[in-house]
């Protein structure tokens, strides 16, 4: 029989592929950030049991269920559709249309990575209510949100006060990656041990995360929700107007951008490769990261001056949020690289790496921060 924890588990059925990681992290995420508990068969490990017992034993014990549907389709030639999904999909149907209650209650989320996918391979699921994400975080983020929020919005209880919106859910991610790359001593994890953490660890990184998040008012500074506002206005004016416009680079537009420096980048008539490529991972963000890193500092200062604050805390948190954003930027700059090395077919390409330019950029924040300290008075 179900257990008293069915209300909240969620069942995920999605690929364990590393293409597919990213987006099975980010559901993770989000369901622990809107109160639920994720079950994933991989949690578990236990040589001694079926997997099907295990995702059975998880049907049962999970009034809600996510089942992402991204890989019933080959892509590539040679390449073989994956059915575990629908399979798993078929027996939590079951399991709600037969089951007796609670089971009978259960509420199902199905994704599809593109719009009508599903509806070709599973001629029989046609008509359901299906979400799709495109592959991209940031959707898949705003789907489960929506879900969970028309579920909740219809129970007696209704909506939380602190449910968080689609915005706040796309500043958090960012800044749990950067948290997570750290340990408690100062290191750097690798960016291979993070690819490679065990389902359970990764949950258990981001029930820390959010229990850091809880901490008491007088954590935070009074004018960290100003410092936040700003980091995410500033971090979109800089995707927009620097970063997405080489999503259009081609051999017949190219593109130019002035650098903050005051040099230009334009590039006409070549392919995203060689120098004009080196140029977007190296010259390119650091040039630009300086300048927000700068100014942004200077802001602090200023907004600390005018309040009559103490610039202390408020500066730590002006790093905190510099780090998270640039997250976010080297997320979109490694969304777009694939998308032109791929020639607009993104996934014939593996994703690009850009953990030593995180690292570089990262320094750049760091430095700053110390210096900033110093002349504060927080550091000898």
């Not at 929700?225 to 081609?250: G, S, V």
Request: charged share 30%; net charge neutral; proline share 5%.
């Amino acid at each position: 029989m179900p257990g008293e924890d069915f209300e909240r588990n969620v069942f995920v059925n999605c690929p364990y592929d590393d293409k597919y990681r990213e987006l099975q992290r980010a559901t993770i995420f989000v369901l622990m950030r809107l109160g639920f508990e994720p079950c994933l068969a991989a949690q578990v490990s236990n040589s001694g049991e079926l997997r099907m017992e295990r995702i059975k034993r998880q049907i049962r014990e999970c009034r809600h269920s996510i089942h992402d549907l991204s890989l019933v389709i080959a892509e590539k030639k040679n390449e073989i559709a994956r059915m575990n999904m629908p399979y798993e999909l078929g027996l939590d149907l079951g399991a709600s249309w037969y089951g007796a209650s609670p089971l009978n209650s259960k509420i199902l989320l199905v994704l599809e990575r593109k719009r009508g996918s599903v509806e070709k391979a599973l001629s029989d699921h046609a008509g359901f209510d299906l979400r799709t994400h495109e592959g991209k975080v940031d959707l898949l983020l705003r789907e489960v949100r929506a879900h969970f929020y028309s579920h909740l919005s219809s129970q007696h209880g209704g909506i939380r006060t602190d449910f968080p919106t689609h915005d706040e859910l796309l500043a958090e991610w960012p800044l749990f990656l950067t948290w997570i790359q750290k340990r408690p001593g100062g290191t750097l994890r690798s960016e291979s041990e993070i690819q490679h953490m065990e389902v359970a660890e990764f949950k258990d990184k981001v029930r820390q995360w959010l229990e850091a998040q809880k901490e008491p008012p007088q954590s935070q500074s009074p004018a960290y929700d100003l410092i936040r506002e700003h980091a995410q206005e500033r971090y979109d004016r800089f995707i927009q107007d620097a970063i997405t416009p080489w999503a259009f680079f081609n051999t017949t537009h190219g593109i130019s951008i002035d650098l903050p420096n005051g040099r230009t980048i334009r590039y006409s008539g070549i392919e995203f490769s060689g120098s004009a490529r080196q140029v977007f991972w190296e010259t390119f963000p650091e040039s630009c990261i300086r300048e927000i890193t700068k100014t942004f500092f200077e802001w602090t200062r200023k907004l600390c001056a005018e309040r009559k604050l103490s610039p202390i805390l408020p500066l730590k948190e002006t790093a905190m949020f510099l780090e998270g954003g640039l997250t976010r930027c080297l997320d979109r700059m490694a969304e777009i690289d694939r998308k032109l090395r791929g020639k607009g077919s993104p996934n014939s390409v593996p994703r690009y790496n850009p953990e030593s330019e995180r690292r570089a950029l990262e320094k750049i924040i760091t430095t700053r921060l110390k210096a900033e300290l110093r002349l504060a008075g927080a550091l000898a």
